[in-house]
């Protein structure tokens, strides 16, 4: 019997009830603190409203990290699924490239920024690509999974109607691997989040990355807290986003699933 569904209200109550008791715990517990390094969160919201909430504190630090990481997280992602559904489809490529992939895939993309560093410079080529190298692995092995994944029944079906290879692609490939794909994006944007902010303390005049370090340098503790709660809040509200897209394009999936289970 399915569990009977909740409404947005109800569903946004059950994720935020525990951050609220915390920040009111949080509250409560740093109103009487006095060190410099664990200021007061009424001091720490101060800085934030001042530095992430005035339109220009918004541009310039906010908005540089979000084109950045749009542009990163794309590249990543059309070059995981392009390269992805190659390796999938093409089993002998794959078997052999496999042990390149997991080499390469256990290297974090922070760890080669010095490397990128002294190949592309320190401009937004450099913070792009680096990006886009960290969050593609596992965009790609994801798609290779849910490619190989698909039904060989239907692919051979797919023959005997004679099918042709673009339209197998884009009605039976990709749609049956897509859960495994968007289960790569969400991990990639995650990652995406991290080489941002890394990337930013390079070479940088702007972003949340460059602002985090700044104030480090500055000994501007509450600004440097509020930037953390910033990225938090940043990362959350991303989360959202990709749920909605996510439930968008595989609503067939979820239609599919719930069949499944009232008919069993």
């Known amino acids: 019997m399915r569990a009977k569904r909740t409404g947005w209200p109800a569903t946004l109550a059950l994720e935020l009830w525990l951050p609220v008791v915390l920040v009111i715990v949080w509250w409560f517990a740093s109103s009487a603190s006095t060190s410099v390094y664990f200021p007061p969160l009424s001091s720490i919201l101060t800085s934030f409203a001042h530095d992430w909430l005035d339109p220009?504190?918004?541009?310039?630090?906010?908005v540089p990290s979000l084109q950045l990481l749009a542009l990163g997280y794309s590249l990543a992602l059309v070059s995981g699924i392009v390269v992805g559904t190659v390796l999938g489809l093409v089993g002998g490529l794959e078997r052999a490239t496999r042990p390149l992939l997991e080499t390469l895939r256990a290297i974090p993309g922070v760890a080669l920024l010095p490397i990128?560093?002294?190949?592309?410079?320190?401009?937004?080529?450099?913070?792009?690509?680096?990006?886009?190298?960290?969050s593609f692995w596992?965009?790609?092995?994801?798609?290779?999974d849910g490619v190989r994944g698909i039904e060989p029944l239907l692919l051979d079906v797919s023959r005997v109607f004679r099918v042709g290879r673009v339209r197998r692609l884009v009605s039976i490939i990709l749609p049956g691997a897509s859960p495994q794909i968007f289960a790569g994006a969400r991990t990639a944007l995650a990652i995406s989040l991290i080489i941002m902010v890394v990337s930013e303390t390079v070479g940088g005049n702007g972003g949340v990355g460059y602002f985090l370090l700044a104030a480090?340098?500055?000994?501007?503790?509450?600004?440097?807290?509020?930037?953390?709660?910033?990225?938090?809040?940043?990362?959350?509200?991303l989360n959202i986003v990709f749920r909605i897209i996510e439930r968008m394009v595989l609503r067939w999936h979820r239609l599919q699933q719930a069949r499944l289970e009232s008919h069993s």
């Open 56 to 62: 220009v504190g918004l541009a310039k630090n906010l």
């Open 116 to 134: 990128f560093i002294v190949l592309f410079g320190i401009d937004v080529q450099m913070k792009l690509l680096l990006i886009a190298f960290g």
């Open 138 to 144: 596992p965009v790609l092995l994801n798609t290779i």
């Open 216 to 237: 480090q340098r500055n000994f501007a503790i509450s600004s440097m807290w509020g930037a953390i709660l910033a990225l938090g809040i940043l990362g959350y509200l």
